[in-house]
């Protein structure tokens, strides 16, 4: 969204605005540490017993006798009393604390460093903010590289005072942006609100969880290990207890995209939302189950189970195992079935009405994510139109699209198949895309980009038949990422 100086300035003359700007400006960090709950003392056993740390005190200290005046000096600065003391540690101090490290920064140098309490549960409300306001994030860095991820924080730091800096925010009054009024704008989710799911995905809740998961009603939402980056918004959680439960617990939605947060100890990690509680199922039970026996994380004991999928056939056998425990499942998501409209198909229009443009919604695709009948010159007269264009940019003599997508009637021999690759081809070359497909009435073909180009022999065929399948469409999904 658009940042309105207008609506800011009445935010500012608001008796909240006027509080929540004052919460900052006190630099109170007893306050602060309370309202944004992070801990400002660490405690370190040692010979003579253990002793305690005051972590913003300590770090105050430091920089007291320090001044800057650009973002070089900041640079080094940051350099000498934060990195140099990690690149020798198996361990990072500063991420593990940076609440009340980097608040301490922001008092001594609010024109170079923000206060940063997006830690796990909130990662994910910071990236819609940075969405939603168009703030540009510097690139993840790697999950074992502890030195570039603590340089993650400065470079964040950099890029949202290049924002404020650009919208005439003063830095002191910043972070009340940050935490408060940027918040505000952003819409409540719905559980109606998210897409179909694709797939369901362990998860796994520790003893320490228990308290929150068996209180959990269908206002809560965390974020959790995801253990990779393949769980999507909409996709089936299963929280299953560890020992010494041992047992699956609830099933949740998953309401973002799992992600990367360069500031959380576990790097993956998923937001979750909407519990639904069910009557436990044991690890025994899965293990006497003739469906989920063969299941490999039912054999691995449930070990290293954060974002191992299911299939649809052993999800409706999870049905059956609630259902005999005399539980409903009828408020439980549902992995669905996708409808393919392949009986009256009469021509090519057809096909992309009927079974192109639904299968691009079921694969996330938006609207405004295609333009049909895309306008490209090649060569210095000729028009031509790829019949879709996704993920396109329109930029003239720098036109470009993800994936191209090609439509037919009926390809019903190799020689049509060629004929209809080669013309995608040239189009796919031409804006430079990943990956190229072919649709008929009857099947899909995926091709990709390999050594820059396209060679014939597709990475997947589909009959529509096979895509009602939610496993079968989410391979599809897989490869082709928005």
Not at 52 to 61: G, I, Q, R, S, V
Request: glycine share 4%.
């Amino acid at each position: 969204m658009r940042f309105s100086k207008y609506i800011w300035n009445l935010y500012k003359e608001s008796e909240i605005g006027k509080n929540e700007i004052a919460l900052f400006k006190s630099k109170d960090i007893d306050k602060l540490s309370e309202k944004f709950n992070f801990e400002i003392e660490s405690e370190i056993k040692g010979d003579d017993g253990i002793e305690t740390f005051n972590l913003y005190e300590d770090a105050k200290d430091e920089l007291k006798s320090k001044s800057i005046s650009d973002y070089y000096e900041a640079r080094e600065l940051f350099d000498s009393l934060v990195i140099e003391n990690i690149k020798d540690e198996k361990e990072n101090d500063f991420l593990e604390f940076i609440a009340a490290f980097s608040t301490a920064l922001h008092h001594f140098f609010p024109d170079f460093f923000l206060p940063f309490y997006y830690t796990r549960n909130d990662y994910p409300q910071f990236i819609e903010l940075c969405n939603s306001f168009g703030i540009s994030l510097p690139e993840n860095p790697p999950r074992k590289d502890w030195v570039k991820r603590t340089w993650f924080y400065f470079d964040v730091c950099e890029r949202l005072h290049e924002f404020r800096r650009k919208i005439g925010i003063e830095s002191l009054e910043f972070p009340a942006f940050m935490y408060y009024f940027g918040i505000h704008t952003l819409k409540r989710q719905e559980e109606q609100d998210l897409p179909k799911p694709s797939k369901a995905y362990f998860v796994g809740g520790s003893k320490s969880d228990s308290v929150f998961l068996d209180n959990a009603d269908i206002t809560s939402t965390n974020t959790w290990g995801a253990g990779n980056l393949n769980i999507k918004k909409g996709d089936i959680v299963l929280m299953y207890c560890l020992s010494p439960r041992s047992s699956l617990h609830s099933i949740w939605r998953a309401t973002e995209d799992s992600f990367v947060n360069p500031f959380d100890y576990y790097y993956y990690r998923v937001k979750i939302g909407f519990p639904k509680k069910i009557s436990a199922i044991t690890l025994q039970e899965f293990k006497d189950n003739i469906v989920f026996k063969d299941n490999s994380t039912v054999r691995g004991n449930m070990q290293g189970l954060n974002g191992r999928s299911i299939t649809v056939k052993e999800y409706h056998e999870l049905f059956k195992l609630i259902e005999q425990k005399e539980k409903s499942t009828n408020d439980l998501p549902k992995l669905p079935k996708y409808k393919r409209e392949i009986d009256h198909i009469e021509n090519e229009r057809d096909v992309e009405i009927h079974l192109i443009e639904p299968l691009l919604k079921d694969l996330n695709f938006e609207e405004k994510d295609w333009i049909r009948q895309f306008p490209l010159r090649m060569g210095r007269t000729t028009k031509y139109y790829p019949d879709y264009a996704i993920l396109a940019k329109t930029t003239k003599g720098n036109e470009k699209a993800k994936y191209i997508l090609e439509a037919k009637y009926s390809i019903n021999s190799e020689k049509q198949l060629t004929d209809a690759f080669q013309q995608a081809r040239s189009y796919a070359l031409r804006l430079q895309s990943e990956k190229l497909i072919l649709a008929d009435r009857d099947y899909v073909w995926l091709y990709e980009r390999k050594n820059g180009s396209f060679q014939q022999n597709p990475i997947l065929k589909s009959h529509w038949n096979e895509l009602i399948d939610s496993d079968n469409l989410y391979e599809l999904k897989e490869k082709l990422p928005k």
